[in-house]
């Protein structure tokens, strides 16, 4: 495992950006400052040794505020997407291992929901359910399985047809022995793949609702909203708005070189 590690510059160049920004997550709100503390003396200042990263319009610290904004955007797209992950990985290992009518009802569900763009019918849903992170919970999973279910249906289907998949079958070994023996292991590398890469859509996703109004709502700092209230001094304070944006891209590019790197790694076990 290690020599496949060593291999892969994407997962280790991955790997270390994202656990970089979960320990930043994880720590830096106990020794920064309350990202909601406004300091009245210094509205829009720039950055000083009180505020490392300036203050925004109402005087609340910058870096604060950015750091607890990562907090809740990770932790939002992790539980956004353990829903739409498990139900994806569960209805294509069925579709594809079973057929029949089961495959054809699932398909024509998915065909539905992948004829709206995803962002628009995100958007739409949470305009309906209501903003904050319950519609988001909720968007998410009911449009967010898609592409898990199709990923796994195809490879699923391609495993079944195995020679050692048809043993077990015709030996007697139980339906559920066999996916989770000898199909799953085969094909949830790429429903892990596709999990990484899925974490940059959804905290874009949860971005563009804060930008919107329809994310995370205040006090809550989220980078979304940061962008949001900010984007009037772009000339004048153009740090404000690009810290969030910049974690954003960092963030982005950390997750996609994570799933690049999970997928070399899988391919080279292969």
Do not use: C
């Not at 950006?17 to 930043?24: G, R, T």
């Not at 209230?229 to 772009?234: G, S």
């Not at 790197?261 to 899988?266: L, N, Q």
Request: proline content about 4%.
């Amino acid at each position: 495992m290690t020599s496949r590690i060593r291999s892969s510059p994407s997962f280790l160049a991955g790997s270390i950006i994202v656990l970089a920004l979960l320990l930043i997550a994880i720590l830096g709100p106990i020794w920064l400052k309350d990202p909601t503390a406004q300091d009245v003396n210094a509205l829009l200042a720039g950055p000083s040794k009180a505020h490392w990263f300036g203050t925004d319009q109402l005087g609340r610290d910058t870096l604060s505020r950015l750091v607890n904004a990562s907090r809740t955007d990770l932790r939002i797209a992790a539980l956004a997407l353990a829903t739409p992950f498990v139900v994806g990985v569960t209805l294509g290992t069925l579709a594809g291992y079973f057929g029949g009518w089961l495959d054809t009802v699932i398909m024509r569900i998915i065909d539905v929901l992948i004829a709206f763009p995803f962002y628009v019918l995100v958007i739409a849903l949470v305009f309906v359910v209501g903003a904050g992170e319950r519609g988001i919970y909720v968007a998410l999973a009911i449009v967010g399985w898609v592409t898990y279910a199709r990923v796994i249906r195809t490879s699923t289907r391609v495993v079944t047809g195995q020679d050692w998949v048809t043993a077990a079958r015709q030996g007697g070994v139980p339906t559920w022995r066999v996916i989770l023996r000898h199909v799953l292991p085969h094909t949830i590398v790429q429903a892990v793949v596709l999990l990484a890469s899925d974490v940059v859509f959804v905290i874009v996703a949860v971005i563009t609702l804060g930008y919107l109004g329809l994310g995370v709502q205040a006090p809550t700092p989220d980078w979304g909203s940061m962008i949001s209230d900010n984007r009037l001094f772009i000339t004048s304070q153009w740090w404000l708005p690009a810290l969030p944006g910049f974690a954003v891209v960092l963030t982005g590019l950390g997750f996609s070189l994570l799933a690049d790197g999970i997928a070399d790694v899988g391919r080279v076990r292969r």
